[in-house]
Every structure is written in C-alpha cells, then in structure tokens.
C-alpha cells in the first residue's frame, strides 16, 4: 500500500510537471524597447498558440499618452503584427474614444491570427481601418519566434 501510494504521489508530479513545461514552453512573453515618441510607455506582449493552431495575443501598456497629445496630434495607435507567411498585419487598434486607454495611461488588446508574429509594433494613425503601416512607430518590439 505504501509503496502505491509514493507511485501515485511520483505519477501526479510528473503530470503536473509536464503540463507546466507546455504551459511555458507555448506561451511568450516579449517586452517592447523604448520610445523616443513615447518614453514613458512600459508593455508586453504575449503570444500562445491555442487548441486551433492560431496565435492568441495580447498587449498590455502603461503610461501610453493619448495619441492626440503626440506631435503632430494623431487620433489613434494601431497594432501590427509581422509575419513570415502573410507579412505585416493590422491586427486592432487602441482608440481612447472607446475606454480602451484610461484615464491611468493604461491600454491593452486582445487578437487572434491564424499566423505566426515574429515581431509586434503600434503606429499613431488618424484612421484605424487601414491595411498599411504609417511611419510614424511608438513602440516595437525585437523581432521573437
């Protein structure tokens, strides 16, 4: 009986054990590099694959300034993804006249795609519906895989 009971205890360990290590071994976590444009501004980004083989990512900032106070004035940020299959990809955008920056500097944006980022970067735009990237880049992320 006793001997039973330290394979059960080895047997839950190892499960356990195996789940974290996919957990982790699927998931990133990616940090984007300073801001001239807005240096104040701290994020992450997390990618991980789910069960339908597509990318779930979300970002999450602090102390982003509302676009309209950039220079020029803009009247939204806009998230891009790179991609090795399907390129450079408008994947939402961070508007604060939809609560999504607060009032405390704060952002985030859930998407999912059916492709691989390998890099992430947000543009000051005056439209969201758009299906290329201005030049004017606040914040990037290293390229990641």
Request: net charge positive; aromatic share 10%; with cysteine.
């Given at each position: 009986?006793?001997?039973?009971?330290?394979?059960?205890?080895f047997?839950?360990?190892a499960?356990?054990?195996?789940?974290?290590?996919?957990?982790?071994?699927?998931s990133?976590?990616?940090?984007?590099m300073?801001?001239?444009?807005?240096?104040?501004?701290?994020?992450?980004?997390k990618?991980?694959?789910?069960?339908?083989?597509?990318?779930?990512i979300?970002?999450?900032?602090?102390?982003?300034?509302?676009?309209?106070?950039?220079q020029?004035?803009?009247?939204?940020?806009?998230?891009?993804?790179?991609?090795t299959?399907?390129?450079t990809q408008?994947?939402?955008?961070?508007n604060?006249?939809?609560?999504?920056?607060?009032?405390?500097?704060?952002?985030?944006?859930?998407?999912?795609?059916?492709?691989?980022?390998?890099?992430?970067?947000?543009?000051?735009?005056?439209?969201?519906?758009?299906?290329?990237p201005g030049?004017?880049?606040?914040?990037?992320?290293?390229?990641?895989?």
């Open positions: 009986m006793k001997q039973y009971l330290h394979r059960s205890k047997i839950g360990l499960a356990f054990l195996v789940l974290l290590f996919f957990t982790y071994s699927c990133h976590k990616i940090g984007f300073p801001s001239t444009m807005v240096p104040a501004a701290q994020g992450k980004v990618v991980k694959k789910d069960n339908n083989n597509n990318y779930k979300a970002v999450s900032l602090v102390n982003l300034a509302p676009p309209d106070r950039l020029p004035p803009y009247s939204t940020y806009v998230v891009w993804i790179e991609t299959q399907n390129g408008n994947i939402g955008q961070l604060s006249s939809s609560g999504l920056l607060s009032k405390t500097l704060k952002a985030n944006l859930d998407a999912v795609s059916p492709y691989k980022p390998t890099r992430l970067f947000i543009t000051a735009e005056n439209s969201g519906a758009i299906q290329y030049p004017t880049v606040v914040l990037s992320t290293e390229n990641f895989n």
